[in-house]
């Protein structure tokens, strides 16, 4: 079975449009086509995220308090990775992203153009081709 870490990118885009493509990973993870992987760290940023004012009228405190809970439990929570990440990302602040995904032998699924320019030296697709090819039958 597939192990995979969703970018927070994803994983907004996955609450705010519960109709694409993101979201419908996360309900492939819920069904158990794939083992989602979060850490602290990837969970304490997208929290983050989306508290920001920009998605004040797209998603409540309630619907954010709901689904952190949903993922706190549903994902497998790894520690945040102490060691470097194979490969730097052009953003630095994605490096942790990589390092989590080595470490705990697992795709990286993002929207992020600097983290989708590593493919070809690690695993990391868009939602759609991981969708596409990973997940059996592509939903």
């Known amino acids: ?9 994803v994983l907004v885009s996955a609450l705010i449009a519960p109709t694409g493509t993101p979201a419908k ?14 850490s602290p760290l990837l ?3 997208l929290e983050s995220v989306l508290r920001r004012d920009k998605f004040r009228g797209l998603v409540d405190t309630e619907g954010i308090a709901g689904y952190m809970g949903l993922l706190w439990r ?4 790894a520690p945040d990775p102490n060691a470097p990440p194979p490969v730097r990302c052009d953003d630095p602040g994605d490096d942790y992203l990589v390092a989590l995904a080595h470490d705990q032998k697992a795709i990286l ?12 030296r690690i695993p990391v697709f868009s939602p759609g081709e991981f969708l596409a090819t990973q997940i059996s039958g592509g939903l």
């Open 1 to 9: 079975m597939p192990r995979a870490v969703l970018d927070s990118n």
């Open 25 to 38: 990973l996360v309900v492939a993870a819920r069904g158990s086509s794939f083992d989602l992987i979060a």
């Open 43 to 45: 969970l304490a940023e």
């Open 74 to 77: 549903e994902a497998h929570v």
């Open 109 to 120: 699924v993002s929207g992020d153009r600097h983290l989708l320019e590593l493919a070809g």
